[in-house]
């Protein structure tokens, strides 16, 4: 099976994508547990568990309370044995991202690159939450694709300015 998804990724596409791969094990979007205030953007099943996923605007680097929010949803996922995927905006969905974030092994051809490539929301603008979430997630990339967000970071430097892309302690991203 291949997927394609063409142009930058967003939510709905995220979900189209994660919808053809599952199949019968989509649970749908919009995902809320009995008892919780919160929902999940979607989820699938996967032996048992339930995988929720996230895709997560520069909102949930910006906003402290967003990201409030996001630690109480990951740990109520914790507590009730499901896994929680989160993709961030700057990442794209590829063969090589969907087998990090979920573990699944297909075959997705991407017509967008990976990191900050039309987007003017960059690090700069994340709040201190936001810039400490940036820098684990963007650690826990493979090598590929955390290199092309650094230079796609390198690229908007050299357009717009080191200090309206990248907050003091990120510069050393740069090398």
């Known amino acids: 099976m291949t997927i394609a998804v063409d142009g930058y990724l967003t939510e709905p596409k995220l979900a189209l994508a994660l919808h053809a791969i599952t199949g019968s094990q989509w649970a749908g979007a919009q995902i809320v547990l009995p008892g ?3 929902k999940w953007d979607m989820g699938f099943n996967d032996g048992g568990t339930l995988v929720l996923v996230e895709y997560d605007g520069d909102d949930h680097h910006r906003d402290s309370m967003k990201i409030k929010a996001d630690r109480e ?3 109520l996922a914790f507590e009730n044995r ?3 995927a989160r993709i961030p905006y700057w990442v794209q969905l590829d063969s090589v991202t969907i087998r990090h974030y979920l573990g699944l092994s297909v075959e997705i051809k991407q017509t967008f690159p990976h ?3 039309t987007t003017k929301l960059f ?3 994340f709040c201190e939450l936001g810039i400490e979430r940036f820098r684990c997630e963007l650690d826990s990339l493979p090598l ?3 290199g092309a967000v650094i230079e796609s970071l390198r690229q908007r430097v050299n357009r717009f300015g080191l200090e309206y ?3 003091t302690p990120l510069r050393g991203l740069l090398g």
């Open 73 to 75: 949803k990951d740990q």
């Open 165 to 167: 892309v990248l907050p």
């Open 36 to 38: 919780s205030r919160y």
């Open 144 to 146: 590929e694709v955390r």
């Open 82 to 84: 499901m896994r929680v």
């Open 123 to 125: 690090p700069a603008s």
């Open 115 to 117: 990191g900050f490539i």
